[in-house]
Nanobody, 126 residues
Framework: QPQLVESGGGLVQPGGTLRLSCAAS????????MGWFRQAPGKEREGVSC??????????ADSVRGRVTIWRDNAKNKNILYLQMNGLNAEDTAIYYC?????????????????WGQGTQVSVSS
């Protein structure tokens, strides 16, 4: 099973950019659907963007579509999932988690994901 470690979070001003990375060990990401999720204080965890390992299809939440790009680098010795975030705003402030699923019934439903990283904090403030 994969062990996932996120990095790249931080404090940025509105309109800023961040690139989150999720490094996997213990298993090749080729075997899993992968996703980025976030949880803001007092809110439920939600799917931000997810990517299928079957056909490469991608899901983007309405709140981030057009500002966010997900991709995976499964090259030898890399095994990393990325999330490029542009045009950040205060509503993007949350803890961002990377997760993996074997065969989710719904591509970006957090309840369908089995393996989780510890999260990385993204804060957007002036």
């Amino acid at each position: 099973q994969p062990q996932l470690v996120e990095s790249g979070g931080g404090l940025v001003q509105p309109g800023g950019t961040l690139r989150l990375s999720c490094a996997a060990s213990g298993s090749n990401l080729d075997y899993y659907y992968m996703g980025w999720f976030r949880q803001a204080p007092g809110k439920e965890r939600e799917g931000v963007s997810c990517i299928s390992n079957a056909d490469g299809s991608k899901y983007y939440a309405d709140s981030v579509r057009g500002r966010v790009t997900i991709w995976r680098d499964n090259a030898k010795n890399k095994n990393i999932l990325y999330l490029q975030m542009n045009g950040l705003n205060a509503e993007d402030t949350a803890i961002y988690y990377c997760a993996a699923a074997v065969v989710p019934r719904r591509l970006c439903d957090p309840n369908e994901y089995d393996y989780w990283g510890q999260g990385t904090q993204v804060s957007v403030s002036s």
